[in-house]
């Protein structure tokens, strides 16, 4: 069974300062994709970044990165340069590679930036 | 539309009655999803269809919920002879067939008083 692991239930980090957020999965399958959503106290989930377990270089969008071990099986984000806008839940998850599929999701980290 | 849609945003019912919740998927998305989530706490995944088909519903957790996509674009979730312990938020979302990444719709919050 797939499972998903995110072990800071919540965060604090200064405005313009980097933060990393862990996310450990398990899996016996050679073929997945890792995603990484961000959900605002508004409620709507937001897709940041996508890793496929194949993709041999570290996905980056604008200021989000996911530093991807896969021996270690950990795919954490990390956003530069927080800033206000960026206090949310974030949530790691994990699918197929290049396919849709049943996500699931970790139980999230919710980050908060402190002007 | 240019987003996923899910209708109505919020719904109060009474215990033991039927609901049903929409969603209306980016238009061209084959794969569509259904989630469940609770008060600070992550998507629990539902159910998941690719076209008109149920291609995973191994997280219905009873006979009481129910979801169809009849032609291949909008799904309406049923839940009967509804709980106070099914209140939460249900999020929709969509997917293009050969990418994992899935959009997601606002939700529909049910309470069930």
């Known amino acids: 069974a797939q499972k998903i692991t995110q072990t800071q239930p919540g965060m604090f980090v200064q405005e313009k300062e980097a933060v990393t957020l862990d996310c450990t999965y398990d899996t016996s399958d050679q073929s997945y994709g890792l995603f990484w959503y961000k959900q605002p106290s508004s409620g709507e989930m937001i897709f940041l970044i996508y890793q496929g377990s194949y993709d041999e270089q570290n996905a980056t969008e604008g200021r989000y990165s996911l530093n991807f071990q896969k021996a270690r099986k950990s795919a954490n984000l990390v956003i530069s340069a927080s800033q206000l806008g960026d206090s949310a839940m974030y949530f790691c998850a994990m699918g197929r590679y290049s396919s849709a599929s049943k996500i699931i999701f970790g139980s999230g980290t919710r980050l908060s930036i402190r002007p | 539309g240019a987003g996923v849609s899910q209708t109505p945003s919020n719904k109060v019912t009474e215990k033991g009655k039927y609901v049903e919740l929409r969603c209306d998927p980016i238009?061209?998305?084959?794969?569509l999803y259904w989630y469940r989530q609770s008060l600070g706490q992550g998507p629990e995944f539902l159910i998941y269809?690719?076209?008109?088909?149920?291609?995973?519903d191994s997280g219905l957790p009873n006979d009481r919920f129910f979801a169809v996509r009849p032609e291949g674009s909008v799904s309406t979730l049923k839940i009967q002879r509804t709980e106070r312990g099914d209140s939460a938020v249900y999020l929709c979302?969509?997917?293009?067939?050969?990418?994992?990444?899935?959009?997601f719709g606002q939700g529909t919050r049910l309470t069930v008083v």
């Open positions: 979302a969509s997917s293009l067939r050969d990418r994992g990444q899935a959009f």
């Open positions: 269809f690719q076209g008109t088909g149920a291609a995973d």
């Open positions: 238009s061209g998305h084959t794969a």
